[in-house]
């Protein structure tokens, strides 16, 4: 996937818009001498963007457009230190919220549809990414935001809600308190639309079953817009991306260059129209892939596989390089286990060591378990980890991310 002429062209754009700004990436553009990109070539020379610039930035210093243009700002909420807030116009507002109408409309919901949405509103970009676009498809939102399972229960059965928006891990929790309360026979759903984290096909296999629901993958980050910016269609060959607001390109987070499609890496993102806060090749450090080729449903939106993972997940055990989602894939080979599972990794006698929680009923010989994932753990990756098997229902749940790696060799 190559760079088009009038993507070009909107890249030149951008260019002289953060230029003639003096915002902060205007500045370091003019410092570089750059003035406008030529080719494909030129392109791949850019400098990219990071988010420890965006950290820079802060609070106003990405603004582009003249202030009495912004309508808001959003911030991603930064686990440490400065927060990022990204300026929007009414432009950037509008142009996100129809591509979360067209991740709707590929996931088949209609304005006929009633859209509980349960990520959280405020300062982030969540709740009212999936809001915006409910609107703007003309569906019924119903803005519950975060927790209170109680309620959310209450109100998906009263107002027949037919979408579920949410975490994968909200989900799960919702889909095991209906299980529990017995109450599946009073549930509408249909379909889930399930953002911002990484998941495995066992946890969406155990929704999808759980609700007799359709789930959609949504991918996006605050700092290009929000959720919304692509979706996998009806056939499931990865999400589509909105190629005529974003282009993306996957580099090898090692080297820094582009690698040819079809190949895993880390996504970087170019927005082409946003007036706010531009961005310029910026860094995700999201792992996935361009899927080569045409998908059956007919669009041309390039595609990019589920998120695998964050290059700074990457786990580095007695010199064995290790990503969670390995660890992940060994689990789902192990029927009698469930979905969720936790990894700690800590530093015990001079060696990094780690550990791995998984659950089961109490039916199963927890030791003998616990001895055939090690083993299948070191005859797949190359080193034997140390794994704990627990009653089901034991590990945390939570109502927004499930934080299922956990370092303990700095705390
Ligand atoms: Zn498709």
Known sequence: MQISKKQLDQVNDRIRALIASDSFYGK???EAGITEVKSPEEFEQLPFSEKRDLRDAYPLGLM????????????????????????????????WGEMFRRCYEVAGITKKDRIQITPGYGLWTAGIGFQNGCEKLGAMAI????????????????????VLCSTSSYALLLTEEIEKRGIKDKIHLKKGVIGSERWSDKMRDRISNGLGIELYDIYGLTEIYGPGI??????????????????????DPHTGKTVPDGEWGEIVITTLVKEGAPL????????????PGKCPCGRDYPRIDAIKGRTDDMMKIKGVNVFPSQIEEILAGFSEISSEYQIRISHLDGKDTMRIYVETNGSVDFEGLAKQIAERVKSKI????IVKVVEIGVLPRSMKKTARVIDERFD
């Open 28 to 30: 370091k553009l003019e």
């Open 64 to 95: 582009t457009a003249p202030e009495d243009e912004i309508v808001r700002i959003h911030s991603s909420s930064g686990t440490t230190g400065t927060p990022v807030i990204i300026p929007y116009t009414a432009k950037d507002v509008d142009d």
């Open 143 to 162: 803005p519950m935001g975060p927790g209170n399972t109680e309620k959310q229960l209450e109100m998906m059965i009263n107002l027949e809600s037919t």
């Open 230 to 251: 692509g979706i996998n269609c009806e056939y499931n060959t990865g999400m589509h991306i909105w190629d005529d607001y974003l282009y993306l390109e996957i580099i």
């Open 280 to 291: 310029i090749r910026y860094r995700t450090h999201d792992l996935s892939r361009i899927i």
């Open 382 to 385: 190359g080193f034997t980890p």
